[in-house]
């Protein structure tokens, strides 16, 4: 694997927002509804709820926005108005859906078989999620992701900011030291930038989400991990009786989520749990499948399932992805014909890299 060390960019140096270049700034702050005679006092109500684009505020539905202290259905309707004059949520043209791709930042994951096998790496303005038992590297690819993020984009990095959000008391800050000194940066200015929290309650976890956008306004922000995003639901709701309002509450976070991707231009690196699976068929031995279900699985866009191997080995496959060919793998634990690539990487002091021959 090539080495991501240079003697220049051995010092974390992120870029001052208005140096990020003219197509990678999607977003427009919603200070700007002022010029289009919004009153300043109800740009402030709508920031106090969490609104700081007017990218962010299109993406709320009026009955949403009529709830904020202070704005009658009249002002929600004039505020909207203005925000289309000012971001355009219409039609347009695929030449234009392709332009606006060219936006998309793909950040290493540090090991080149796993970029490669994701078409470079780990996309903004999507949702990754990676699923699989305990021990099997979802939260050590997190780490990772912690470290490469920062990196320069002249180093497959993502030159922004982290976000992480724990839910099961797993980031270790020390972690995060030698990881720094393999991409040959400082490990201080990497913890820097990266802001952590922990939530306890899926409550608590949405408010989280819901305080991103001040951060993510202002700062250049490129990844956003939930470690994991299914677990608090799986304590806060307990059997079928509450099933439904479980998965509506989820279905809320993951579209919350979604819209942090694609407001913001963030990766969104989420790690989910697995049950098992009573059907999961006769010939599979211990089956199991990703928690959540068709909830989750529809909010993601590229989905992998991770395993243990041999020691400190892992296999990871592509399991869902939009826009990644499948191929013809065997592994030694299936003999389906048609299963999407399959690579194995080694967790290392240094984090998630490639696995040796």
Not at 159 to 167: C, F, L, P, Q, S
Request: proline content about 3%; charged content about 25%.
């Amino acid at each position: 694997m090539q080495s991501f060390k240079s003697e220049e960019q051995s010092q974390l140096q992120l870029v001052e927002r208005e140096e990020i270049d003219e197509y990678e700034d999607l977003f427009e702050a919603i200070d700007k509804l002022t010029s289009h005679g919004i009153n300043a006092g109800d740009v402030k109500k709508l920031q106090d709820a969490g609104i700081y684009t007017c990218n962010g505020l299109m993406m709320h539905t009026k009955k949403n926005l009529t709830g904020i202290k202070g704005l009658s259905e009249a002002k929600v309707d004039k505020i909207c108005e203005a925000a289309e004059k000012i971001v355009n949520f219409g039609y347009i043209t695929g030449s234009d859906a392709l332009l606006r791709r060219k936006a998309v930042v793909r950040v290493t994951t540090g090991s080149q078989a796993l970029d490669e096998l994701l078409g470079g790496g780990i996309e903004t303005l999507q949702i990754t999620e990676a699923f699989g038992e305990f021990r099997s590297g979802k939260t050590q690819l997190a780490h990772t992701l912690c470290v490469t993020t920062q990196l320069p984009t002249s180093m497959k990095g993502g030159n922004g900011k982290v976000a992480y959000i724990d839910t099961e008391g797993t980031f270790r800050p020390d972690r995060i030291v030698p990881i720094a000194e393999r991409f040959g940066m400082d490990a201080g200015a990497v913890l820097d930038n990266i802001i952590y929290a922990r939530a306890y309650t899926y409550e608590h976890q949405y408010n989280l989400l819901l305080g991103l956008a001040a951060k993510m306004s202002e700062e250049p922000f490129r990844l956003l991990i939930v470690d994991s995003v299914i677990a608090l639901f799986r304590v806060d709701f307990t059997g079928r009786g509450e099933l439904a309002d479980r998965q509506q509450k989820l279905a809320q976070m993951l579209s919350r989520l979604t819209k942090i991707a694609e407001e913001f231009n963030v990766a969104v690196y989420m790690t989910n749990q697995v049950i098992a699976d009573p059907g999961g068929g006769v010939f599979i031995s211990d089956p199991k499948k990703p928690a959540g279900g068709h909830v989750l699985a529809h909010a993601a866009t590229v989905r992998l399932m991770f395993r243990k191997g041999k020691g400190e080995q892992r296999v990871c496959k592509v399991f869902d992805a939009p826009n990644l060919p499948e191929s013809e793998a065997i592994s030694l634990q299936t003999i389906l014909c048609h299963m999407l690539p399959i690579w194995l990487s080694f967790i290392t002091p240094g984090g998630i890299a490639d696995a040796k021959d």
